[in-house]
């Protein structure tokens, strides 16, 4: 039986308090193919309740104890990996090879890191005769995005779990089967009634009602700056914590001693990752200026080898845009590119040839980009490339922090203490040298309009917790 118009409250699967559907639409074929049931205040309540209730008992319950639930939902979830991929697949168009080995793979790879980083954690420590201890922090909302669905639902829930919170999570209503897969992993793993509760809905009806909620202590928000913004003043009434990882618009500085033909081709495959739809996708590449035009023709033959298609299909390496709404604003943009003057070096506005249905998008790459262009300064979430020139490393510096945004930048050189130095002198909570593996124990979040606080591994243990200093404690 589908639960997909239920939601997860209080250790049960429970109808709404005012029945209302909305379609999720596939968006390879633009047609709906299940719903879901949207919440609303009343939702909200009930899930915030069994949260507060649960909330004395699980704070209270010892590291060991945590560390096992964690194990066990790690375990149920490699069981359902098949389901979660097609889930994925299905709402957000990602191909089947990418929701297997990427999207299903990052929920995966932050279970274990929050397990490995548990057991070593400490939760207490001595100051002379004062005695610091970090508690759970509270009942906490958790609003997640649609385009990493997996690993940013796992980057809340499993720090969450390993500081003792209880918690309400929302997903995103156009990518939101996933979510429903991931609450059925969590009663299926025995996690006590009131710990783990999950209502969907849209931003306005459920969203920010957690937000505003008296009775949550903590919003963790992942999303665009301008929904960080309105969770931000939604939860300033309460004077609540607000954790946000929000836009990015991130540099890729190709230093002139890189190896260049391949650090433009890896730039070009980072940036359209995901189809473009990761908020630290490498979307500004900035190339020393006599190298421009070899830039271009080598990220020309890497954007034309990218192949669109039939999520479904073994050898589609893109598949379409979330939503028509997504469609229509990377469109928008390319538009403007054009409009403004950057050299369109491959792709452009409309769908691939041969693809009518769907909203997929040709691989577009841009040249000769001023920093005063929109391409260059908003975030388009498509798989759109930016090249900019500079004329010297002092100018690709200041180029590259010249944003509202710092989530990650890149640095590319066959001198790693140079790029060691040029990193420390970008503006970004993760800056990532060579096209390094992705780290599931480094920070992750951003400085300026990119958000504030960290997840992954301990980091985000850490954002769960409340500091409680025992001032006369006494010795140990």
């Not at 209302?20 to 074929?29: G, M, Q, R, W, Y």
């Not at 709906?32 to 899930?47: C, L, M, P």
């Not at 937000?211 to 903590?218: E, L, P």
């Not at 369109?344 to 691939?352: A, D, E, I, Q």
Request: proline content about 5%; aromatic content about 8%.
């Amino acid at each position: 039986m589908s639960n997909n118009q239920k939601f997860y409250i209080n250790g049960a699967w429970v109808d709404p308090v005012t029945p209302k559907t909305l379609d999720v639409i596939n968006p390879a074929t633009e047609e709906a193919y299940t719903k879901i049931s949207v919440g609303a205040g009343a939702d909200v309540d009930r899930a915030v309740a069994a949260a507060k209730a649960a909330f004395p008992k699980f704070s209270g319950t010892s590291k060991a104890e945590r560390l096992a639930l964690l194990k066990r939902i790690l375990e149920v979830y490699n069981e359902r990996a098949e389901d979660i991929a097609k889930a994925v697949s299905d709402e957000m168009g990602a191909p089947m090879s990418w929701a297997r080995d990427a999207q299903t793979w990052a929920g995966r790879v932050h279970l274990e890191a929050t397990i490995a980083s548990l057991e070593s954690y400490d939760f207490e420590e001595q100051r002379g005769t004062t005695r610091v201890v970090k508690e759970a922090i509270g009942v906490v909302a958790l609003i997640t995005p649609w385009n990493w669905p997996l690993n940013q639902i796992v980057c809340k829930v499993a720090p969450a779990i390993a500081a003792g919170c209880t918690m309400v999570l929302k997903p995103s209503e156009i990518a939101p089967i996933s979510g429903i897969v991931f609450s059925e992993i969590m009663h299926a793993a025995g996690t006590p009634a009131g710990v783990y509760n999950m209502v969907n809905g849209d931003g306005p009806s459920v969203g920010q009602v957690m937000a505003g909620h008296k009775d949550v202590d903590m919003v963790s928000f992942t999303g665009s700056t301008r929904a960080g913004i309105i969770v931000a003043k939604t939860a300033a009434d309460t004077v609540k914590r607000v954790a946000q990882e929000l836009g990015g618009k991130s540099p890729n500085i190709i230093l002139p001693d890189a190896d260049f033909e391949l650090s433009v081709k890896k730039g070009v495959e980072g940036c359209f990752g995901n189809t473009g739809q990761s908020c630290d996708a490498p979307t500004r590449m900035l190339v020393p200026r006599a190298q421009h035009d070899a830039a271009l023709a080598v990220a020309k033959k890497a954007a034309e080898g990218h192949k669109v298609g039939d999520p479904k299909a073994d050898d589609t390496v893109l598949g379409p845009v979330v939503s028509e709404l997504q469609f229509n604003k990377v469109q928008g943009l390319i538009e403007k590119g054009i409009k403004e003057g950057a050299t369109l070096v491959t792709g452009g506005t409309g769908r691939p040839e041969g693809l009518n249905r769907g909203y997929y998008v040709r691989p577009t790459v841009f040249g000769n980009v001023s920093r005063d262009m929109t391409i260059a300064r908003e975030e388009i979430f498509g798989p759109v490339l930016a090249i900019m020139p500079y004329d010297s490393e002092e100018q690709a510096i200041e180029i590259a922090n010249d944003t509202v945004y710092g989530l990650a930048a890149y640095v590319q050189s066959k001198d790693v203490k140079h790029a060691r130095k040029v990193a420390r002198q970008l503006r970004a909570g993760q800056v990532n040298i060579n096209y390094p593996d992705w780290d599931t124990f480094a920070p992750f979040g951003g400085y300026k309009q990119s958000g504030n606080g960290r997840e992954y591994a301990d980091w985000a243990i850490h954002d769960f917790l409340e500091v409680k200093g025992i001032v006369g404690y006494g010795a140990e």
